[in-house]
């Protein structure tokens, strides 16, 4: 059975689900052809990998400049991007001009520019564009979409969605490149796309106006002095002030991070630049930590947005109200991590609070729970299926339509660019300003 090529640009964290799945679970009908990177150090990590676990020859790696050269050489059928958020566009659309399909991370890309440099080498090329929304795969999401399609509660008319980070996940996004919005587009581009995502595609429609406010009130070295706090490290590793900050993360503390986060970041540092451990009390951040979002979509449909990044617990409850009821969706995944606890504390830490459910309340009817179906891995369950759905030769056939398109990437992408450019003018932005998109097909990926 002949194998599909593929290549891979971008070898941070996020690059090693695609990898596993390609070298491991679905190596019979896929190879990977090679690596591209900015730094050799980390390629040299994952090249490492794939041969000792996996028993495989040597995987060519190549650096950033030579990307071209690694098409030309290894001539891949599909390129995975998984870079900074900011480069996306560049690697989708030089692979589609020398020849390739292209998968890409969450977000497609992080502003209407570049999504229009991808348009254009789509109409050019006549390539295909994937984007790899994990959490579509997972059971609650999926279920939200087999209520809404069954027409559970009828039309949908408004959309109530709140999420919050805890100040474990929520605050490492201000420690990395992500808290550069030039870099990642802000949390309203690199986080919401995820659910922006999940509300375009609940509702099968296109956000039509967007309305936003947003601030950094928690992160950043002003709001810790306004708290009477002070700092005299830039980053945690290596600074033994930090040892009771509870927000420090030390990339050579292997025993709490494990062995990769150091080979992937602090010992890649010389030839990547990039510090991944940075003091989230820092000068270095241009993003918001807490926003809220007012849409307006095609169908009419209303949208209540927020997102904050510096809460007690994860999670997110979102409700879509129709004609004929309402649909309640929770998922809370525990208080944060607090250090200096027993184990038992930390497991009563993080499970306090947890809830998974999905409730109906019909106009005339007594609610109900709708129970959840069971799934292991990571997103809710949701990145197995995904990549089955990705790399299978003869994948299960999906009545949810849950493989994205550029046009999904673009719409997911649209309501944070928007919200982006309210923000910073204080006004309703109309999208198709921005980026116009075409409608979504009835019950379907358009």
């Known amino acids: 059975m002949s194998q599909k090529r593929y290549a891979l640009v971008g070898t941070g964290g996020r690059c090693e689900m695609f990898v596993e799945a ?10 990977l052809v090679g690596l591209c990177d900015i730094s050799p150090t980390r390629m040299n990590y994952y090249d490492r990998k794939i041969q000792e676990k996996h028993g495989l020859p040597p995987t060519p790696c190549y650096e950033a400049a030579d990307f071209d050269k690694m098409i030309q050489e290894q001539k891949p059928d599909t390129v995975i991007v998984t870079s900074m958020d900011s480069t996306h566009h560049q690697y989708i659309v030089r692979a589609m001009e020398l020849g390739c399909d292209a998968i890409t991370e969450k977000p497609m890309t992080i502003d209407a520019g570049k999504a229009h440099q991808i348009f254009d080498a789509i109409e050019r090329t006549g390539r295909k564009l994937r984007v790899t929304f994990n959490y579509r795969y997972s059971p609650t999401a999926t279920l939200v979409r087999k209520l809404l399609m069954e027409g559970t509660i009828g039309t949908p008319l408004a959309v109530d969605f709140s999420w919050v980070l805890n100040t474990s996940h929520g605050a490492d996004y201000f420690r990395r490149w992500h808290a550069e919005k030039d870099k990642s587009g802000g949390l309203l581009v690199h986080k ?13 429609s296109r956000p039509e ?3 936003a406010m947003g601030d950094l009130k928690f992160y950043g070295r002003k709001n810790a002095e306004a708290r009477g706090e002070s700092y005299s490290y830039d ?32 010992d890649a540092e010389a030839d990547s630049g990039y510090i991944r451990d940075k003091n989230v009390f820092g000068d270095h951040i241009t993003i918001e930590d807490t926003m809220t979002v007012l849409a307006k979509y095609r169908s009419g449909v209303l949208l209540n947005y927020s997102l904050i990044a510096y809460t007690p617990w994860e999670g997110y409850c979102a409700a879509v109200t129709g004609n004929k009821g309402r649909i309640e969706v929770v998922e809370r995944h525990g208080s944060h991590i607090i250090t200096g606890q027993s184990d038992e504390e930390l497991a009563a830490a993080q499970s306090e609070g ?19 179906p069971k799934a292991e891995g990571g997103h809710g369950g949701g990145d197995p299926i995904l990549l089955e759905d990705i790399f299978s030769p003869n994948p299960p056939a999906d009545p949810y339509y849950r493989a994205a398109s550029h046009l999904e990437g673009a719409a997911s992408i649209l309501v944070g660019i928007s919200a982006n450019e309210s923000i910073r003018t204080g006004r309703p932005i109309v999208c198709d300003e921005l980026l116009p998109i075409p409608d979504a097909a009835p019950d379907s990926a358009a």
């Open 235 to 266: 980053r945690y590793t290596g600074a033994e002030e930090a040892e009771n900050d509870p927000f420090a993360l030390v990339l050579d503390d292997t025993e709490k991070m494990g062995a990769s986060v150091k080979k992937l970041y602090l």
């Open 192 to 204: 919401a796309t995820h659910h922006f995502d999940l509300i375009n595609w609940w509702i099968d």
């Open 354 to 372: 947890a809830a998974h459910e999905v409730r109906v309340y019909p106009m005339f009817g007594v609610s109900y729970d709708v129970e959840i």
């Open 22 to 31: 390609i070298c491991k679970d679905f190596k019979e009908h896929a190879v």
């Open 209 to 211: 106006t967007v309305f």
